[in-house]
Structure formats: C-alpha cells, structure tokens
C-alpha cells in the first residue's frame, strides 16, 4: 500500500470514492455516513439474501418461539433481524435474545426486539458462545437462527455445554453480479476503497474484481472478516477495532487518498 496514515480533519475522506457492497437500508445507512465524511458512496451490491429453502423449519421454530418454548434466541447478523421482522416474529418475554455485536443488537432494537446479552469482547458466534456457557450453567433450551452457509460454531459449542439447541437455517446468501462500469471503476483504480463486511462479501470481491490496484484499499469491519478475506486471496489494508460500519468508516479516514485517483475524475 502506498497510502499513509494522517490526522483528522473534519472531512478525512474528502475526494474519495468507496464501494459500498450491500444495498438497501444498510447500504443507504453507510453512504450517508461516508458523505459526512465528504466521500462519495459507490453502493454497488455484491451480495443479497434469499429464503431458506426449508420455509417449513422456520416457520415451526418461530411458532415454537412465540409460544416461549426457548429460553434464548441467538442473532448473529442484521440479515437475521430483517427475517425476523418479516415474518413479525414473536418474542415473548421470556425468552431472551443475545446478539452477536453491536451492529446485529442495533438493528434488533430498531425493530423493537430488547437485548439481553452482546459479547464484550468477541464479536463472533465463539465469543457469544462462551459467554452464554459462563452465564448459564443449567441446560437451557436454545434456538440459533442463521444463514445457510454460516459454520455451525455456535450451536456445536452451546450443544457441547449441555444446552438444548435448534440450528435453523434463516435465509441464504446469494451473490450479486456489479455492472460492467463498477467492474472498470475497480480495475482502473476510480474506487479508492472496497468494505469488506463479511466474508460473503470477501468472497464476491475475489471473485467479481480480480484484478484489484495495489492502491485501493481494502477495509474490513474486523479480525474475523480480515481473516475470511485473506483466507479468500484479498490482500486486507486495514482492520476495524470494532464489528460496527463506525469503526470501519473511521478505520478507512486515518489514510490518505491514494495518488492514482489523481489521474481520474469523478
């Protein structure tokens, strides 16, 4: 990388131009906060989300759900809110809700969904696995929703400290291809920056743009998407401190502006 790390002024991305990968009310949320920043947002969708193809099992789990059968429901994305919300899911009262990060609790909470637990340190399905094995040391009856092609870390670790889970498959993830402009703008060297949010998302920005400037930088929204990144090929440039859009934006704003985006304009 030739970018270097500056200080802050009050608009750090000032001429930069980002990609944005995912769309709708997320991806709307993120390019304002990047305009703040005086960027110019490049929302261009990799990935988008699908039904689960055993609608049968989620439509059990989340009647089984309303009727209290669960002591804990765990969130581990915002995709998993949206399913929730669509399908205006009941939690009762006594069933509590832990969410893998600050960003999943957020989106719950805009819904009306009240958190109970969000790990402190470890913003992984790990990390809340082991905080809810320290806090619960009775078998709890537990239902962990998720995406088709998440790793099972969370219900295999609950399982194996003797809680009762349901592993239900939320929804599908689906790759979405950019247009022929955004491809060029990537190839060129017009996009400064790419968040990578997942590594869904890593695997599109692979696949999708593979011939990627040695100056663009490539920001992920923490150490566990850096590793599914650099597992996927992607040489990452910085590394949020936190899982949220935040730390990311203000991770990318302690860089300059790479000097081959002098070469094009907007």
Do not use: C
Request: proline residues 7%; charged residues 20%; negative net charge.
């Amino acid at each position: 990388m030739t970018t270097t790390p500056e200080s802050k002024h009050d608009k750090p991305l000032d001429g930069w131009r980002i990609l944005v990968p995912r769309g709708g009310p997320w991806g709307d949320g993120v390019a304002a906060s990047l305009r703040l920043q005086g960027a110019v947002p490049v929302v261009a969708p990799l990935i988008n989300f699908a039904p689960t193809t055993d609608q049968a099992a989620l439509d059990v789990a989340l009647e089984q759900l309303a009727a209290g059968a669960y002591d804990w429901l765990t969130v581990t994305s915002a995709t998993t809110v949206d399913v929730l919300f669509a399908h205006r899911a009941v939690v009762p009262a006594t069933t509590r809700i832990a969410a893998v990060g600050e960003t999943t609790a957020a989106a719950l909470q805009a819904v009306g969904y009240e958190v109970a637990l969000v790990p402190t340190q470890d913003n992984s399905a790990e990390g809340m696995a082991q905080q809810m094995i320290s806090l619960e040391t009775e078998p709890r009856r537990i239902l962990a929703l998720r995406s088709e092609i998440a790793k099972p870390v969370l219900s295999v670790q609950l399982t194996e400290a003797g809680h009762d889970v349901d592993s239900v498959v939320a929804y599908r993830t689906v790759g979405v291809p950019v247009t022929d402009r955004i491809k060029r703008d990537v190839e060129n060297g017009r996009i400064n920056a790419i968040l990578i949010t997942s590594g869904s998302v890593a695997e599109q920005v692979r696949e999708q743009f593979p011939e990627i400037p040695d100056d663009t930088l490539l920001a992920a929204i923490g150490p566990r998407t850096a590793r599914d990144a650099r597992n996927a090929g992607l040489p990452v440039s910085v590394v949020a401190d936190r899982q949220t859009v935040d730390a990311l934006i203000d991770a990318v704003s302690h860089f300059t502006l790479p000097h081959a985006a002098d070469e094009f304009t907007p």
